[in-house]
Nanobody
Framework: QVQLVESGGGLVQPGGSLRLSCAVS????????MGWYRQAPGKQRDLVAR???????DYADSVKGRFTISRDNAKNTVNLQMNNLKPEDTAVYYC?????????WGQGTQVTVSS
């Protein structure tokens, strides 16, 4: 059974930093990408960043230059370093693995940016 478990969310002041981690367990074949999405209240879930097994990354325009996605293949984790956080970054952040026809999701972790 595949499980994705996120950690690292919380409350931070504008300009601060947080690091999200996602631990992936279970057997997954043909991974296309691992990434992070976010969903603010009343809005759709949008891509924040993703990374392919080859290391190619893709970021939403709103986070370019502030967020960095990385993966640790040995630990089977995917991380999101978030710097210079803004109030508009407030959302529930979800870890995602896209593998073949399957789309796996974590339970989500809340990130709140507020003074």
């Amino acid at each position: 059974q595949v499980q994705l478990v996120e950690s690292g969310g919380g409350l931070v002041q504008p300009g601060g930093s947080l690091r999200l981690s996602c631990a992936v367990s279970g057997r997954i074949f043909s991974i296309y990408a691992m990434g992070w999405y976010r969903q603010a209240p009343g809005k759709q879930r949008d891509l924040v960043a993703r990374i392919t097994p080859g290391g190619t990354t893709d970021y939403a325009d709103s986070v370019k230059g502030r967020f960095t996605i990385s993966r640790d293949n040995a630990k089977n984790t995917v991380n999101l370093q978030m710097n210079n956080l803004k109030p508009e970054d407030t959302a529930v952040y979800y870890c995602n693995v896209l593998a073949g026809p399957n789309n796996y999701w974590g339970q989500g972790t809340q990130v709140t940016v507020s003074s």
